[in-house]
T-cell receptor, first 112, second 114 residues
Framework: GENVEQHPSTLSVQEGDSAVIKCTYSDSASNYFPWYKQELGKGPQLIIDIRSNVGEKKDQRIAVTLNKTAKHFSLHITETQPEDSAVYFCAAKRPNAGKSTFGDGTTLTVKP | GAGVSQSPSNKVTEKGKDVELRCDPI?????LYWYRQSLGQGLEFLIY????????KSGLPSDRFSAERTGGSVSTLTIQRTQQEDSAVYLCASSLGGDSATQHFGDGTRLSIL
């Protein structure tokens, strides 16, 4: 089955700096890669996603890049703010598979 | 609009008791998912429903775990004879179904087994 590895497990940055979180996946058939943000006591919320026919996608301060050959994808957050502090999860899903396979999460702390 | 609703938000029970966790998906969402999240860990897939049927129940950890969905809407996850290792947050998500459909999560049920 699919295996998703996420790094780093913790990340601390100064406000205004950029943060990068990386994930690798094992199943070359996976074609959908969402990123979720989870705040304390809440469920994960989708922040951005990318499909396998696209190499990069941006939404304001957030961007995701995908390298299908290397089977890795990354989340980039620019101009970080304290409210970006949360746990971030990547996931991978193959076609016609109901479930997504999640990474173990990255705890991002943005220091004011 | 209304999101995914889970109840109870917290549940404390004694080892050996049965528990039922409820999920109300977003109206019109045909797909429903249950995940388990242990403290500081990622999301472990349990079961996936499309309508009332469960084409993938591969993540259920033992026969003490079961789930059903009725009317293509509400789902119940039942854990029988609970063990301390069942302590976790149980998350439910729903989506419109189909590939690449966004999963919308509830805030989970925090289950503690004494």
């Amino acid at each position: 089955g699919e295996n998703v590895e996420q790094h780093p497990s913790t990340l601390s940055v100064q406000e205004g700096d950029s943060a990068v979180i990386k994930c690798t996946y094992s199943d070359s058939a996976s074609n959908y890669f969402p990123w979720y943000k989870q705040e304390l006591g809440k469920g994960p919320q989708l922040i951005i996603d990318i499909r396998s026919n696209v190499g990069e996608k941006k939404d304001q301060r957030i961007a995701v890049t995908l390298n299908k050959t290397a089977k890795h994808f990354s989340l980039h957050i620019t101009e970080t703010q304290p409210e970006d502090s949360a746990v971030y999860f990547c996931a991978a899903k193959r076609p016609n598979a109901g479930k997504s396979t999640f990474g173990d999460g990255t705890t991002l702390t943005v220091k004011p | 609009g209304a999101g995914v609703s889970q109840s109870p938000s917290n549940k404390v029970t004694e080892k050996g008791k049965d528990v039922e966790l409820r999920c109300d998906p977003i109206s019109g969402h045909t797909a429903l998912y249950w995940y388990r999240q242990s403290l500081g860990q990622g999301l472990e897939f349990l079961i996936y429903f499309q309508g009332n049927s469960a084409p993938d129940k591969s993540g259920l950890p033992s026969d003490r775990f079961s789930a059903e969905r009725t009317g293509g809407s509400v789902s119940t996850l039942t854990i029988q004879r609970t063990q301390q290792e069942d302590s976790a947050v149980y998350l439910c998500a729903s989506s419109l179904g189909g590939d690449s459909a966004t999963q919308h999560f509830g805030d989970g049920t925090r289950l503690s087994i004494l």
